[in-house]
């Protein structure tokens, strides 16, 4: 898994629960992401957190929340609140040293 | 923000033909390329990359090309081959080169068909 990994890798939600995806990271590095991504729309940024306790909105975070309590552990919650839930969720590392954005498995959720 | 378009949104080759995917950015403060290969239900996997300091950068049959003054760069496969076949995203950020991260702005993605 390259040291990071989400968890389910498919998720079914029916309308109007929340549903937290996991994703975790044993290479102690800073920053980590948040992305979605739906068919002909590429990857889009939802949050991300540069340090423990920190986070900042992305482009697409109405309807999510994180939280960013340890430094190995990222989770987003998709909330009732967001209208179009289903996509391909995928959590990334920014390795610094080489200036990559490394990708988790990704997790696919579907509303039913 | 930065905004990546990115063409053409499918391309059908020919095993042995070259693939030309370019992208163009907004941001003149970018000064990180990197593209990503997705294959079905996988997650993106870097395949090359590009920092606003160098023209071009080559990895045995890919390369990527960038043009600072027209904000725009390119990938080029040679000799493509059936495997070669997935989802090609090109992004750019800020973030690169230094002690600051960096947050990623993506292209739509080109379906790349190689056929046998």
Known sequence: ????????????????????????????????????????????????????????????????????????????TVTSAQKNPTAFYLCAIWVAQGAEAFFGQGTRLTVV | GENVEQHPSTLSVQEGDSAVIKCTYSDSASNYFPWYKQELGKRPQLIIDIRSNVGEKKDQRIAVTLNKTAKHFSLHITETQPEDSAVYFCAATTGAGGTSYGKLTFGQGTILTVHP
């Not at chain 1, 389910?8 to 992401?33: I, W």
């Not at chain 1, 948040?34 to 920190?54: E, H």
Request: glycine share 10%.
């Open chain 1, 1 to 76: 898994d390259g040291g990071i990994t989400q968890s389910p890798k498919y998720l079914f939600r029916k309308e109007g629960q929340n549903v937290t995806l996991s994703c975790e990271q044993n290479l102690n590095h800073d920053a980590m992401y948040w992305y979605r991504q739906d068919p002909g729309q590429g990857l889009r940024l939802i949050y991300y957190s540069q340090i423990v306790n920190d986070f900042q909105k992305g482009d697409i975070a109405e309807g999510y929340s994180v939280s960013r309590e340890k430094k190995e552990s990222f989770p987003l």
